[in-house]
């Protein structure tokens, strides 16, 4: 079963930065996708990057582009997200997650980590 931890959350003044990290273990394979989610309290989860692991192919939502990048370190089973320029509304649950689907719905993506905790205060 492939395992996701995610690290890196904390707590930012707005215009500032933070990198998410996603350690992916397990079973994986040349389809596997990793992707970013985030949930404010009240609201849905939203997809926020997603990252085809073997090719690097990435997507970024129209919401965070030019602020927020997705990256990997393949050698390393990690995935990041570097987040610049951070707003008081990018507050939120972060998420990663993997699927083996060409998909940015958070029901298609099969396994999760337990989150971590990105709050941005004005």
């Known amino acids: 079963q492939v395992q996701l931890v995610e690290s890196g959350g904390g707590s930012v003044q707005a215009g500032g930065s933070l990198r998410l990290s996603c350690a992916v273990s397990g079973p994986t394979n040349s389809r596997v996708y990793i992707g970013w989610f985030r949930q404010a309290p009240g609201k849905e989860r939203e997809g926020v990057a997603r990252?085809?692991?073997?090719?690097?192919?990435?997507y970024t939502a129209d919401s965070v582009k030019g602020r927020f990048t997705i990256s990997q370190d393949y050698a390393k089973n990690t995935v990041y997200l570097q987040m610049n320029s951070l707003k008081p509304e990018d507050t939120a649950m972060y998420y990663c997650a993997a699927t083996s689907r060409a998909s940015t719905r958070a029901t298609d993506f099969d396994y999760w980590g337990q989150g971590t905790q990105v709050s941005v205060s004005s």
């Open positions: 990252i085809w692991a073997r090719w690097g192919v990435t």
